[in-house]
T-cell receptor
Framework: GESVGLHLPTLSVQEGDNSIINCAYSNSASDYFIWYKQESGKGPQFIIDIRSNMDKRQGQRVTVLLNKTVKHLSLQIAATQPGDSAVYFCAENYGSSNTGKLIFGQGTTLQVKP | DTEVTQTPKHLVMGMTNKKSLKCEQHMGHRAMYWYKQKAKKPPELMFVYSYEKLSINESVPSRFSPECPNSSLLNLHLHALQPEDSALYLC?????????????FGSGTQLSVL
């Protein structure tokens, strides 16, 4: 699979390969993180989330890894499909436990080549 | 029903016009959000309502006026906008507005200010 060590605006992968999208977050006090997928003309769609007391969470074909030491989040997509082509945003919650304030990272465009 | 519905989908307005964007959800959520998204950029938080009360205003200019008439509805009143306000305006909702909640987004209103 193809991965990026630092955030890159675009990631191009072959259909069937694994994709890894990286994200650096800014607030060491953030305790909740979400990955969203946004297709053209649509709003962000929830993919997977993780709380700060975990370092890995798996969903269907997706895995999120959290490294709090270096404030780094990654999204792994297994067996990437053409329908996975979209912009992927990580988001962190800045707020206190009583106030939700979800702030988005810059986004990575995933292009899947057939 | 897991949808957040926004109307209109597209809006063109002049700088002297007054218009309103509308958002509706029937998931029983008590927190609702407005985000602004410029092309190829991440969504930026504007306002957060929790239990129909404004809890966060991210220093948004007063030409944007939010309103939450009840727990299912959220409006954004627009007056004397500038061309640089042209963007996709996204509405979202979550359970009560705490920091560990996922947000559900609508498809947005694409606004053009002439």
């Amino acid at each position: 699979g193809e991965s990026v060590g630092l955030h890159l605006p675009t990631l191009s992968v072959q259909e069937g390969d694994n994709s890894i999208i990286n994200c650096a977050y800014s607030n060491s006090a953030s305790d909740y993180f979400i990955w969203y997928k946004q297709e053209s003309g649509k709003g962000p769609q929830f993919i997977i989330d993780i709380r700060s007391n975990m370092d890995k969470r798996q969903g269907q074909r997706v895995t999120v890894l959290l490294n709090k030491t270096v404030k780094h989040l990654s999204l792994q997509i297994a067996a990437t499909q053409p329908g996975d082509s979209a912009v992927y945003f990580c988001a962190e919650n800045y707020g206190s436990s009583n106030t939700g304030k979800l702030i988005f990272g810059q986004g990575t465009t995933l292009q899947v080549k057939p | 029903d897991t949808e957040v519905t926004q109307t209109p989908k597209h809006l063109v307005m002049g700088m002297t016009n007054k218009k309103s964007l509308k958002c509706e959800q029937h998931m029983g959520h008590r927190a609702m959000y407005w985000y602004k998204q410029k092309a190829k950029k991440p969504p930026e938080l504007m306002f957060v309502y929790s239990y129909e009360k404004l809890s966060i205003n991210e220093s948004v200019p007063s030409r944007f006026s939010p309103e939450c008439p009840n727990s299912s509805l959220l409006n954004l009143h627009l007056h004397a906008l500038q061309p640089e306000d042209s963007a996709l305006y996204l509405c979202a909702s979550s359970l009560v507005g705490q920091s560990n909640e996922k947000l559900f987004f609508g498809s947005g209103t694409q606004l053009s200010v002439l």
